[in-house]
């Protein structure tokens, strides 16, 4: 059991809680905001200081307290003075001195690195913060169009015959794989658009589209054509149509750091070093020995360093990044596959220059456009507010998660391919990992992360978890619930467990109704809670098994409760006062309708089975 003191109960995080500007609106340069800390009433807290350093200096400002209903607010004025204005607390205790930033309280002098920060002038894809996306793989969706599909022997690709296959056969192993076609298209897409409006889902984002030789299709070969096999531009531009219609968005996915080997581009570079597009590529010893992503001969790296080859991809007034997001294609925003390697090839590291030309050219064409990196690590250097709006949180939320419900593993391109353990992580752990992941980020970044279970590129969650129904349902519960956007994989839903990139099974009674309606019910609370949307996060109880957080607003509080397991949890009191939640206010659990009230200081909680309950109450608008 996590034993609580003083310093549990101070608080500060990004949300409209605790950063409140003065005039409402925006955050913009010059306009000032008012930041608030929360303690307990309790709290040995003499004085409270606003550490800032506008343009390098350190500057302290004095802190207001005021008593609320069930905690005590500290606040002072900010004025934004910079692009990225950082900010942590002094705290001047009955025992001594303490710090408190984006990491938690310390008795250190930290550095600056994980102070909470604010961006000024940012211009953030407000839609994506009350979105849920689905992420399709094209080939194995739907197939809308069988006259568009593959055909057995149509062509040879790397020494291997394509090949079509039966709907819901398994994929195969090894090179066969990559050009065996299961005649998955946009036109099955579109047909499955009332399928995924039931579920709730707003948002789609679809694996690469465009015409390449594999089924995954990151070997591109034209980045301005939709892949025939897909149903070409028209049926993009018809899905584009269908989606809108529905109030949908959607997202393509592009392959910036490398082409196909069958690109025009690195054809033409390969018959004459002199070509035009000879520069967009790095031949150590030409013909045969050029740059390549992790040494795969059949996808070489694109050369940054030719300005040429930036105009193409995204600088240029006709560039790729912008073309598709013009009309009638309108996509909603970008994934950017394998963000952490792009434009870094040894000594030359453009990563962050190439990513930012990305980002201006990108905004241009369309303010709202959300720009999503791929990155299984540290991204903490492209989420600052001037290269991506997110990445696919892997470091920061599912790996966590995998690690704390299943096993540690760690898995590279090189050998020893699989670094694991089959301990699972302590729920510390888990919790500090977030927590790190949060600290290193602006919190408006933190919102907009696109979280996930699984991909095309891992393993499917219940998979992970060895079929383990509760444990599988408390995953989809943090995926709802935890700071950002949700990404749902196609027929996770469902409960497919086998291969990641197998063909959606669309028989229903195969179907796990009951996850389906568990994701349906958490799709519609994270949509619709202001608190999942925009509110704080606090973690309130640690447990070996368990843990407890809670999302909240003025108006709202939501606490997620999970157990995993083995055994259930026993019934007994949850403290929530260092959550500044005031006895009597009524909790209602959303799955079983159960009413609890907060006395003194503590949620008196049923008996939990492994899995997940989810506390919902509505509060009185509270001012301090």
């Avoid at 407000?126 to 069988?146: E, H, L, N």
Wanted: proline share 6%; hydrophobic share 40%.
């Amino acid at each position: 059991m996590m034993h609580l003191t003083y310093v549990d109960s101070i608080h500060h995080d990004g949300s409209p809680r605790y950063v409140r500007p003065l005039k409402g609106g925006a955050l913009t340069l010059g306009t000032e905001v008012t930041i608030r800390m929360r303690s307990g009433t309790d709290a040995p807290i003499c004085r409270v200081l606003l550490r800032t350093s506008p343009d390098g200096e350190q500057r302290f400002t004095e802190m207001t307290p005021s008593e609320g209903r069930a905690c005590r607010w500290w606040q002072a004025t900010l004025r934004l003075t910079m692009p990225v204005v950082s900010y942590r607390f002094l705290l001047f205790t009955d025992d001594g001195v303490w710090w408190y930033n984006g990491a938690g309280a310390h008795r250190h002098n930290p550095t600056d690195r994980e102070d909470f920060r604010l961006l000024a002038d940012y211009a953030a894809p407000s839609w994506v913060y009350d979105s849920v996306f689905y992420q399709i793989f094209p080939d194995r969706f739907a197939d809308g169009d069988p006259a568009s599909n593959v055909r057995d022997g149509e062509y040879d690709y790397r020494g291997v015959s394509a090949r079509a296959r039966r709907w819901g056969e398994p994929p195969s192993g090894g090179m066969p794989a990559m050009v065996e076609f299961y005649g998955g298209d946009l036109a099955g897409i579109e047909q499955k658009l009332d399928y995924l409006q039931d579920l709730g889902v707003n948002a789609l984002y679809l694996t690469p589209v465009f015409s390449a030789f594999s089924n995954h299709r990151y070997d591109v070969t034209d980045y301005f054509a939709v892949d025939a096999h897909l149903g070409g531009n028209t049926a993009l531009a018809s899905l584009r149509q269908a989606t809108a219609n529905r109030g949908m968005r959607y997202l393509l996915d592009i392959v910036p750091n490398h082409c196909g080997f069958l690109h025009p581009w690195f054809q033409a570079a390969l018959s004459d070093p002199a070509a035009p597009t000879g520069e967009y590529f790095t031949f150590h010893r030409h013909p045969d020995d050029y740059e390549c992503w992790l040494g795969v001969r059949t996808l070489p790296k694109l050369n940054y360093r030719s300005q040429a080859l930036r105009e193409a991809m995204y600088a240029g007034p006709n560039a790729v990044f912008r073309h598709w997001l013009r009309a009638p294609f309108s996509a909603d925003g970008w994934r950017i596959d394998v963000a952490n390697m792009l434009a870094r090839q040894g000594a030359q590291q453009m990563g962050l220059e190439v990513s930012r030309g990305i980002r201006q050219a990108v905004k241009e064409e369309a303010p709202q456009a959300y720009l999503l990196g791929e990155n299984f690590f540290d991204a903490s250097d492209q989420l600052q507010g001037d290269c991506w709006d997110a990445v696919m949180n892997y470091a920061g939320f599912a790996m966590p998660v995998w690690y704390w419900l299943s096993k540690y593993e760690v898995y590279q391109h090189g050998e020893p391919r699989h670094v694991a353990s089959n301990a699972p992580w302590p729920t510390q752990a888990l919790v500090d990992s977030w927590q790190a992941q949060r600290a290193a980020i602006p919190w408006v970044i933190a919102r907009q992360q696109y979280n996930l279970l699984g991909s095309h590129d891992t393993g499917r969650m219940l998979a992970v978890l060895g079929g383990d129904a509760a444990r599988n349902r408390l995953a989809v519960a943090l995926l709802m619930t935890y700071v950002g956007t949700p990404g749902v994989y196609y027929g996770d839903e469902i409960g497919m467990a086998g291969d990641s990139r197998a063909c959606m099974d669309w028989e229903r009674d195969t179907w796990d109704e009951g996850l389906r309606e568990f994701y349906r019910e958490l799709i519609q609370l994270r949509r619709t809670s202001r608190a999942l949307i925009e509110g704080g996060f606090q973690v309130l109880m640690v447990e070996e098994d368990g843990l407890a957080y809670l999302r909240d607003t003025d108006d709202e509080q939501i606490i997620v409760v999970g157990n995993r397991g083995p055994a259930a949890r026993p019934s007994g009191a949850l403290a929530v006062s260092h959550g500044a939640i005031p006895d009597g206010r009524e909790f209602v659990e959303i799955f079983t309708g159960q009413r609890v009230a907060v006395e003194a200081g503590c949620l008196p909680l049923p008996s939990l089975p492994p899995g997940v309950s989810i506390w919902r109450a509505q509060a009185p608008h509270e001012k301090p």
